[in-house]
Nanobody, 119 residues
């Protein structure tokens, strides 16, 4: 089945930028949605950004104007460009793909990549 692998996390200073990548392998021809989530210690998982197959994107209020979601279909890769990072952006970031099936749909999650924003 589909496998999802995130990369690009790391330690950055406040105000810095980071670009996360999510590479999917397997059959991804019936994608319903593409998403980035994050989860900080002691907090609920939070939707960061979403991207529809038609290219429509949306962002959480805390991310608007700073984050940008995009994809490269030729590489089966989803990106999250993060600019002007803040300490409160520190979290494990997860990629999720939702794929349609004949009998329903399934979510495919990556293992996550740690983003730490600290001076």
């Amino acid at each position: 089945q589909v496998q999802v692998v995130e990369s690009g996390g790391g330690l950055v200073q406040p105000g810095g930028s980071l670009r996360l990548s999510c590479v999917a392998s397997g059959s991804t021809s019936r994608i319903l949605g593409m998403y980035w989530y994050r989860q900080a210690p002691g907090k609920d998982r939070e939707l960061v950004a979403s991207l529809s197959p038609s290219g429509r994107s949306s962002y959480g209020d805390a991310m608007k104007g700073r984050f940008s979601i995009s994809r490269d279909t030729t590489k089966n890769t989803l990106y999250l460009q993060m600019n002007n990072l803040k300490p409160e952006d520190t979290a494990v970031y997860y990629c999720k793909l939702t794929l349609d099936h004949d009998v329903g749909y399934s979510d495919y999650w990556g293992q996550g990549t740690q983003v730490t924003v600290s001076s």
